[in-house]
Structures are given as structure tokens and as C-alpha cells.
């Protein structure tokens, strides 16, 4: 009987001490802990990973999709209203006209910048950005808890 209890208290210690230590793994889902993303621009380098203890809208936009480039000019007039962080990642090929379309749209976030061809197949493998780029909103503890956030839904924050 109490090599029974012995086996019992033992699996429960170590089931205690194993699940402290267990964390999400990084997903582009909602639920799941956001993937590391880096943005470099004019203004520097910035990780998500340092923005941690913020709200911030992860934005994947391109030209040859208008949806994702009219949801990106939404999201980034809401952040800037609202002072929460916006990364905005170009997957357009062209560089310049990734440029030119920045100050068309006159877009206001700091963290505006373009993937270069080699990066986009590990971003939006890791984002799951398979055929339609989309937008994550990201909650100070680094977890995704939306997909296409609103600008409504960020007024709700």
C-alpha cells in the first residue's frame, strides 16, 4: 500500500515540476505564442520580442492583394490614434514600389518595413501566410489573440 502511495506521489511532484516549465510553442494561430519577427527600417531595428508588456498589430501586406493593403492603411491610422504598436511587413517583390506606396497611402508607423525575397518563404511559413496575407493582434504577453483585428477592436482595448 505504500509503495502505491509512494508511485503516486512521485508521478504527481514530477508532473508539477515538469508543467512550470512548459510554454506555448511559437504559431501563426491564434492562441499560440507569436513567432519572432524583426523589422528594419529607416528608424532602426526593432523585435517583437522588445515590445513585449505592449499591445501590438502585426500587419503582412502586399499590392497584388488590395484587401490586405486597405486593411493595413486602417490598422495603421487606429494604432497611431490609439498608441499601440504597429509592425507592418511588405511582401511585395519591388522594393520601390514598396516605398511608393508608403507615401501614397501616407502611412504613420514606425515599424513600416519590406521582406526581401529571401525572408518572405520563412515568414510566411512561420506566419501561415499560405495565400491571403492578414493582420494579428499580439497581447503583452507575446500571444496571439486575434486574427484580422478591427480598428473596433482595437478601440476596445
Known amino acids: 500500500m505504500s ?9 504527481a511532484i514530477l508532473l508539477v515540476f515538469t508543467s512550470a516549465y ?3 510553442p511559437a504559431d501563426g494561430r491564434v492562441g499560440y ?3 519572432s519577427l524583426t523589422v ?5 531595428s526593432i523585435s517583437l520580442s522588445q515590445l513585449r508588456g505592449k499591445y501590438v498589430v502585426v500587419s503582412f501586406w502586399s499590392s497584388a492583394q488590395p484587401e490586405s ?4 492603411l486602417q490598422l495603421d491610422r487606429a494604432t ?5 504598436h ?13 516605398h511608393q506606396l508608403v507615401n501614397v497611402d501616407r502611412l504613420h508607423s514606425q515599424w513600416l518595413s519590406h521582406c526581401d525575397s529571401a525572408s518572405q518563404d520563412n515568414v510566411r511559413r512561420t506566419w501561415r501566410q499560405e495565400r491571403e496575407y492578414c493582420s494579428f493582434l499580439v497581447d503583452p504577453e ?12 482595437l478601440a476596445q482595448l
Request: proline share 6%.
Open 3 to 11: 509503495k502505491s502511495l509512494f508511485t503516486i506521489a512521485t508521478l
Open 22 to 24: 512548459y510554454t506555448t
Open 33 to 35: 505564442q507569436a513567432p
Open 40 to 44: 528594419d527600417n529607416q528608424a532602426g
Open 69 to 72: 493593403r486597405i486593411s493595413n
Open 80 to 84: 497611431s490614434l490609439r498608441g499601440i
Open 86 to 98: 504597429h509592425m507592418s511587413v511588405n511582401m511585395d517583390e519591388s522594393e520601390a514600389l514598396y
Open 142 to 153: 507575446g500571444r496571439i489573440i486575434q486574427k484580422d483585428p478591427t480598428p473596433q477592436d
